[in-house]
């Protein structure tokens, strides 16, 4: 079910009094639809869960600023850090699908670079924002990838396809598959590595609107494993507005929960409901800060840590490369600076 037709479901479910036990898993930061609105049966019983299993420390850190509610009650039941989140912001010129396609090709290429035993099959998701954005930007994808030598083993196929998949593992001669798709039929799966692409818009004086985007970005950080890049044209007044501006300081988990002001999201949301119009900086002033270290692990080091991460965290995604487990020794924040 898209999300967008979520509260029409349940509503609908709720109307008819089927005889039958009804349970909704959810998290309220996916939503489009802030909970309060729904009208829920008062009989029943509330109850909330807190910790994550399926991301890495940095994953989940890296989605504090786009979660509605108390995040600092959210725990990771692992010790896996995994990655700095890797934002990719370039100016726009030209046709917009084709430059989206071209920043793509080039963190493909720089991911398998960077991670040299990666095997892409079915872990790798593409996620944009929109049908309207998917159409061109697939075609043009497509295109590229076809032009890109180290990339001519790719096939490109929908959440949907993949969903169908009995098979995790390539088989010999077959391509390997990455999924492209929009951000509404991800919803509910999962990939080792996931890009976000194209999913931030201006903040406008529509708080829906605001509410979608961040809800986008959101769902689209919690889809990872282990790996998310952000690929955007630059933006002002985005919810990612933010990025272009980082200090410093050494990743702690519990440390990078203080950083977000209690429920910053709902509130600039709220603020932009009661303004009636876009609240300057307010993606900016959704967190205090978000830091890296100025030194950066060196290629081996980020090897050894993927490799010991994904074995811990993607067991359930079938076979994965013969990984060796290492200890990590990663201590940078939750994103990376800017590249551009």
């Known amino acids: 079910v898209k999300s967008q037709k979520f509260h029409d479901v349940v509503q609908e479910i709720l109307k008819n009094n089927l005889k039958c036990e ?6 309220e930061s996916q939503s489009l639809v802030s909970f309060d609105r729904i009208s829920w049966p008062e009989d029943l019983e509330d109850v909330k869960l807190w910790e994550v299993s399926r991301s890495s420390q940095r994953i ?36 917009e699908s084709e430059q989206y396609a071209k920043e793509v090709v080039e963190a493909i290429t720089k991911l398998l670079i960077q991670f040299p035993d990666l095997e892409l099959h079915n872990r790798l998701a593409i996620i944009v924002p929109s049908d309207e954005f998917l159409a061109p930007f697939q075609k043009s994808l497509e295109r590229a990838v076809s032009k890109t030598a180290e990339l001519d083993d790719l096939s490109i ?21 990455i999924v492209v798709d929009t951000i509404d039929e991800m919803n509910g799966l999962e990939r080792l590595v996931v ?31 282990l790996v998310f890049y952000l690929i955007n044209k630059r933006l ?70 993927f490799r010991a991460d994904s074995d811990r965290l993607s067991s359930g995604m079938g076979p994965q490369p013969a990984l060796e487990r290492s200890p990590t020794s990663v201590n940078q924040g939750a994103w990376e600076t800017t590249e551009n």
């Open 22 to 27: 009804l349970t909704l898993l959810s998290d």
């Open 60 to 95: 989940v850190a890296g989605s504090l600023a786009f979660q509605l509610g108390d995040q600092k009650k959210i725990r990771c039941i692992h010790q896996s850090q995994g990655f700095l989140l890797r934002p990719i912001v370039f100016d726009e010129k030209g046709d």
């Open 157 to 177: 196929i929908s959440a949907l396809e993949a969903s169908k998949t009995i098979h995790f593992a390539k088989r010999n001669k077959e391509k390997a598959s």
């Open 195 to 225: 890009f976000g692409v194209g999913l931030d818009e201006k903040i406008t004086g529509d708080p829906a609107l605001a509410n979608t985007i961040r809800s986008r970005i959101y769902r689209a950080i919690t889809r990872a494993h």
């Open 236 to 305: 002002a007044g985005g919810w990612f507005e933010y990025i272009d501006g980082f200090g410093s300081s050494k990743f702690d988990f519990e440390a990078e929960k203080d950083k977000y002001v209690p429920d910053a999201a709902r509130n600039t949301i709220d603020s932009i409901r009661v303004a009636g119009k876009s609240v300057p900086n307010a993606a900016r002033n959704t967190i205090n800060s978000i830091a890296v270290d100025e030194n950066e692990e060196s290629s081996e080091q980020q090897v050894d840590n």
